[in-house]
């Protein structure tokens, strides 16, 4: 796991070698904005899988402040008392991606835990930015969490989030208002054409309130996909995704460009000199036969 991590030389001859034994765990994507319970939502859905005797994988994926880096204090304790469970595998990673978003790593990571059969396997994003978009290229099922008492609830959410929900959670149920956010995410369902019907969830953390139908929900939304051509359609979108972040990631690397402020510096002093134009500059990477102007 820790060759995956840091990424150590071998790691890809390692995954290949698990690659044959994966493709059947369900993977949850959970988001929504920070704050919004998502974490508390991962501790208390293990605590349930485990009452079904199902190993779990936990995947966080914190903001890779240059500050703090590393893992949110809060969420640590809170999943302590999982730690001891042989039975739950927990995992942070960084969005150190170059491009925004979920790194490669983050399929990586996946790949070891269905290799170690955890099943399902929980993504819980930071909420922000290009890894909500991500996340439905990664989860098999996207859950997305939202609360009351934000203002404007429904408008808060980001465009396309419709797109890429499986479920929808209104979480802090035992607040004021939920009810509401709950009636109107399905009153925005019945106005657009939806091609299908996006399940809406009260859940509340603090009472345990819709935990067990949030979990029936995911469960019935694993039979949907396989009783269809859901599964396969969400394994090729997959695929797609792993395979793009892979062929990046590995394009960045070889051109010194991994980096957010890196590059070729005498094609960087070009740019900023006005001497070449970024797009020339582009090309000239893509193509370093080509002489520089
Ligand atoms: N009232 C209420 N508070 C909650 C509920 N779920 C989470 N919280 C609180 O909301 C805060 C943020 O929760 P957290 O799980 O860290 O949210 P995340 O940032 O989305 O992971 C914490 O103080 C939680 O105790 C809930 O169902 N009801
Ligand atoms: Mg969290």
Aim: charged share 25%.
């Amino acid at each position: 796991m820790r060759l995956v991590d840091d990424r150590r030389p071998g790691f890809q001859a390692e995954l290949a070698q698990l690659w044959p034994h994966t493709g059947s765990s369900q993977v949850i994507g959970i988001t929504g904005n920070p704050g919004s319970g998502k974490s508390s939502l991962v501790d208390l859905l293990t605590t349930r899988y485990r009452a079904l005797g199902r190993r779990v994988g936990v995947l966080a994926v914190d903001p890779s402040s240059p500050f703090s880096g590393g893992a949110i204090l809060g969420d640590r304790i809170r999943m302590q008392h999982h730690s001891a469970d042989p039975g739950v595998f927990i995992r942070s990673l960084a969005t150190r991606g170059a491009l925004g978003g979920l790194t490669a790593s983050t399929a990586d990571t996946i790949i070891v835990m269905e290799a170690l059969g955890l099943d399902p396997i929980i993504v819980e994003t930071v909420g922000v930015g290009q890894d909500e978009v991500d996340i439905a290229r990664v989860a098999h099922c996207t859950v997305v969490v939202t609360v009351p008492g934000l203002g404007d609830e429904i408008q808060n959410l980001k465009a396309g989030i419709l797109e890429i929900a499986d479920l929808f959670v209104v979480n802090k149920a035992d607040r004021e208002g939920a009810d509401q956010v709950a009636s109107e995410l399905q009153q925005m369902q019945r106005l657009g054409v939806a091609e299908r019907e996006i399940p809406v969830l009260l859940t509340s953390t603090r009472t345990g309130a819709g935990l067990d139908q949030l979990v029936e929900a995911l469960e019935q939304h694993r039979r949907d996909l396989l009783e269809g051509d859901g599964w396969h359609h969400r394994e090729l979108l997959r695929a797609g995704r792993h395979l793009r972040t892979l062929a990046v990631e590995a394009f960045l690397q070889t051109h010194g460009l991994a980096r957010e402020d890196a590059g070729p510096r005498a094609l960087l002093e070009a740019v900023v000199a006005r001497r070449v134009d970024p797009w020339a500059a582009a090309q000239t990477i893509l193509r370093p036969q080509e002489v520089l102007p």
